[in-house]
């Protein structure tokens, strides 16, 4: 009876623990599993929070885009009869523009659903669809020149993102600085000081620091000339002949000019230069300039280009970019104050394309760009080789912030 009973009481304490032993399994089970779902909703916060703010950086750079588009298309258009105006505070322009798609609380067409505000409404949006509440406060947002073919938009913004259940809240404060690249608009100098028929798209000069280049000296005489060098003596009609001994050369007078490695006995007519290394220094089938009174031969082919583009180039005294969506002429002290970077920048006026578009020029003023516009009248120089180009396309330079220093074109200006 006594071991019945035992066996009874053994049978019900098995089966008790292990009732219990399948109630802490199932205990640690469901928290487990409540620790992989908090675990994965915190995870999910974190990306979405992560995503966000490495977007914010891509939209502001397309949304600035569009809106220093709009604000140009607003001062580059004339209106009634009117000339195109300047704006007042181009960066309070912008600022507005990507916030509100608003100029001077005016609706712009361009700026629907592209604002920076309407951006924010969608991530909030897409929040909601994942089970989270977000809430994005723009604590500051600003628009400065960074350098001169770049802007800088500042922006601090406070997030909050927390899960709709209460697992778990974000709550962080973010800074991005945006760098938003100029290149490829259109420079509001142009509409602005020509009626709204000038243009010119912002590209960056390819030949900064190598404008042109002196490969030899020498003596010579018979002024200059711009031409394609060759050293077949046979066939040297309207070209630069590179020669041993020019004076052993018949019909010399047909070619553009010479250069000879030995003295030239026989008199000539056309440019010349004599230096004894002309044929290892001076390659075959290039443009070159040939300078006989100076006793030069330079490569200016890059200067030509650069001319000819109106590409853009920084400049210590040319206005930036927002100084130029305001119409001035000259970096203000609002701008320059923001940044230790050079942000004017300065590109050669293409006299001969405004002509061609039925704008009057003015043939003797310099080509750089916020000069030729304005009414300053500083003294300006033509340059050896591009006075032979073409005798419309009017070039100039002048001396003001060195500008023929940093064009390597001192040795090169001619009245």
Do not use: C
Not at 383 to 406: A, C, M, S, W
Request: charged share 20%; proline share 3%; glycine share 6%.
């Amino acid at each position: 009876m006594r071991k019945g009973v035992m066996f009874s009481f053994i049978m019900i304490f098995i089966t008790l623990s292990i009732l219990g032993l399948i109630a802490l399994q199932n205990s640690l089970v469901s928290h487990r599993r409540e620790d992989i779902f908090i675990e994965t909703r915190i995870n999910s916060m974190n990306n979405m929070y992560k995503s966000m703010v490495k977007d914010v950086d891509k939209s502001l750079k397309i949304i600035t885009r569009r809106a220093i588009s709009v604000a140009f298309s607003n001062v580059s258009v004339s209106e009634g009869g009117q000339p195109p105006q300047p704006l007042d505070e181009a960066n309070e322009t912008l600022v507005e523009l990507i916030l509100d798609g608003t100029l001077e609380g005016s609706s712009e067409p361009l700026m629907e659903n592209a604002t920076f505000t309407y951006w924010i409404n969608k991530m909030k949006e897409l929040s909601m669809l994942r089970g989270f509440d977000m809430d994005v406060n723009i604590n500051l947002l600003e628009v400065k020149p960074y350098d001169y073919l770049n802007l800088l938009v500042k922006t601090e913004l406070n997030i909050s993102i927390s899960d709709k259940q209460g697992v778990a809240e974000i709550n962080r404060l973010v800074y991005v600085n945006s760098i938003v690249s100029l290149e490829g608009l259109e420079d509001p100098l142009y509409p602005l000081y020509t009626s709204g028929f000038g243009s010119n798209l912002i590209r960056k000069s390819p030949y900064i620091g190598n404008y042109t280049q002196l490969l030899l000296s020498g003596s010579g005489g018979n002024s200059h000339v711009y031409g394609t060098t060759t050293n077949d003596a046979g066939n040297f009609d309207d070209k630069i002949l590179i020669t041993y001994n020019a004076s052993e050369i018949t019909g010399l007078s047909n070619a553009l000019g010479v250069i000879s490695e030995a003295g030239i006995v026989t008199p000539v007519s056309i440019p010349y230069l004599v230096n004894s290394s002309a044929l290892s220094l001076i390659q075959n089938d290039i443009n070159i300039l040939l300078d006989g009174d100076g006793g030069y031969v330079w490569f200016i082919d890059n200067f030509i280009h650069d001319t000819e583009n109106s590409y853009y180039h920084p400049s210590e005294s040319g206005p930036s970019y927002l100084d130029r969506l305001e119409g001035k002429f000259v970096t203000q002290d609002k701008y320059k104050s923001q940044t230790n970077n050079t942000i004017g920048l300065e590109s050669f006026v293409n006299k001969l394309d405004l002509y061609f578009t039925g704008i009057s020029i003015v043939e003797e003023k310099t080509n750089i760009d916020y000069i030729y516009f304005s009414s300053n009248y500083p003294t300006s120089k033509k340059v050896k080789g591009l006075d032979l180009q073409d005798p419309d396309t009017y070039f100039r330079i002048d001396n003001e912030d060195g500008h023929q220093q940093v064009y390597n074109v001192t040795d090169l200006v001619t009245s």
